[in-house]
């Protein structure tokens, strides 16, 4: 098949396949990566570099889509090739057949994916011939601004904002976590074939590399996993030592279980739990290739309720649901699912597991919470909300994990920091016993 018709085709599943991806994430709020992998399941047709460009397109669509349903309604056509348009920074290949397909005739912007959301919205009310451009406010949902606040060395709020508008318009890096001490091992492989290798000079044994990482276990034999910066801190700020006693309490698929094990040398107790079986299926056979199966004790529970050994645990990792604000850059479907009550409802659920797992925690043992979000609702005011009802409990100062000053008990990283994911994330240390 010719080059040109196999864009064409490309051009056209992607077209066909926006309504049905819509009604997914949009209507029914399912994340885009599960709803794209159960759809290329469906239309096993497609090959490798079909399901690469759709995906590259789709993700494009998603996070302009606050730009181009308002600019183009109704013309999808029109509204991917202008999404592709924004996030390029070079000639795009769907680019001739899209134009082919539109409702209007394409104006012929440039790739505009190396300047900032406030040029590419004056170049767009140019091209585009527009009244006024569009607003970068336009980019996320209306009730935002009102759920989060200016932190660190932000002191205006609508600034504070265009940033994390800016940040969420970006896609980051992938970053890699190893094992301990192996970084500039892997970082020697990796640099072979992605130019430029990230590191970050706090988190040493973080790599991060742009666009998909491919490495095979004959590359490089040994345990990595990929977890963006933010979440590698979270570990850090735990500083477990080797032979504690520690509970994961939301584990998840065991990203920062297995983080915390690699610190404590594999040596110690750590709990593992979360509601869900499949993530903790997943945990299993992530310790199994990490051998970390002596340390890590992975089980079902439900932490709103369950029953908690007082006084038991060394320490208590908190990662809790929450709105995943901080991760629209990763995600950029998320901000069109997440509705502005999802945020009272993900603060009530967070006290709720801070109040039942909190008795966990031995004297002088510490209690550590973490939410990748940015909302007031979710950090600030929740552990206002639980020291003010938990007297046993103080703020336990810690130095900031991306190396700058000391945090009295809270920290903020910003999308913008790594780049990656934003995060929350508070330490308090159980003072005394309960009365």
Same mark, same amino acid.
């Given at each position: 098949m010719r080059e040109a018709d196999v864009l064409a085709s490309q051009a056209r599943a992607l077209v066909n396949s926006i309504p049905i991806l819509k009604a997914e994430v949009i209507d029914r709020r399912r994340p885009l990566d599960k709803t794209l992998h159960k759809f290329f399941r469906k239309h096993h047709h497609y090959g490798s570099r079909d399901r690469r460009v759709l995906a590259d397109a789709v993700f494009s669509y998603f996070r302009w889509l606050g =730009?181009?349903?308002? /600019? &183009?309604?109704?013309?999808?056509?029109? !509204?991917?090739?202008? #999404?592709?348009?924004?996030? #390029?920074?070079? +000639? *795009?290949?769907?680019?001739?057949? /899209?134009?082919?397909?539109?409702? @209007?005739? +394409?104006?012929?912007?440039?790739?505009?994916? @190396?300047? @900032?959301? #406030?040029?590419?919205?004056?170049?767009?009310?140019?091209?585009?011939?527009?009244?006024?451009?569009? !607003?970068? #406010?336009?980019?996320?949902?209306? =009730?935002?601004?009102?759920?989060?606040?200016?932190h660190d060395d932000v002191v205006s709020a609508d600034k504070y904002f265009l940033r994390l508008v800016e940040a969420f318009q970006h896609r980051p890096p992938v970053w890699i976590r190893c094992q301990h001490s192996r970084a500039d091992e892997l970082a020697s492989i990796l640099q072979k074939? *992605? @130019?430029?290798?990230?590191?970050?000079s706090s988190l040493p044994d973080a790599l991060g590399v742009k666009g998909p990482l491919h490495l095979s276990a004959q590359e490089y034999a040994h345990p990595w996993e990929i977890q963006d910066l933010a979440s590698q801190a979270v570990a850090l700020v735990c500083a477990p030592l080797p032979g504690e006693n520690w509970w994961d309490v939301c584990a998840g698929a065991g990203g920062k279980a297995l983080h915390l094990a690699d610190i404590m040398h594999s040596r110690g107790h750590i709990t593992a739990t979360d509601i869900r079986t499949s993530a903790l299926e997943h945990l299993v056979r992530r310790t199994r290739r990490w051998g970390m199966e002596t340390i890590i004790h992975p089980h079902r529970a439900d932490a709103t309720s369950c029953t908690v050994p007082r006084n038991f645990y060394d320490g208590v990792l908190l990662d809790a649901p929450c709105s995943s604000i901080g991760t629209w850059s990763r995600n950029p479907d998320a901000r069109w699912r997440t509705q502005g009550s999802d945020i009272v409802h993900y603060a009530s659920l967070q006290? !709720?597991?801070?109040? %039942?797992? +909190? +008795?966990?925690?031995?004297?002088?043992?510490?209690?550590? *919470?973490?939410?990748?979000?940015?909302? *007031?609702?979710?950090?600030?005011?929740?552990? %206002?909300?639980?020291?003010?009802?938990?007297?046993? &409990?103080e703020a336990f100062p810690f130095n900031h994990p991306l190396g700058k000053a000391s945090t009295s008990h809270l920290c903020w990283i910003n999308p913008w920091e790594g780049p990656g994911d934003g995060m929350f994330i508070a330490r308090l240390r159980r003072c005394r016993a309960i009365p």
């Open positions: =730009w181009t349903r308002a /600019l &183009f309604p109704g013309d999808v056509p029109m !509204q991917c090739l202008l #999404s592709l348009s924004l996030d #390029s920074s070079g +000639a *795009y290949p769907l680019t001739t057949p /899209l134009s082919s397909m539109t409702r @209007s005739p +394409a104006p012929g912007i440039p790739p505009l994916g @190396s300047v @900032s959301v #406030s040029e590419k919205s004056a170049a767009l009310k140019e091209y585009l011939r527009l009244p006024s451009p569009p !607003q970068p #406010s336009e980019l996320v949902p209306g =009730w935002l601004p009102d759920e989060i606040i200016p074939k *992605y @130019s430029p290798l990230l590191r970050h006290l !709720q597991l801070l109040n %039942n797992v +909190a +008795a966990a925690v031995r004297p002088g043992g510490r209690l550590i *919470y973490a939410v990748c979000t940015l909302t *007031y609702r979710e950090t600030d005011e929740v552990i %206002n909300r639980f020291l003010l009802t938990h007297p046993e &409990f």
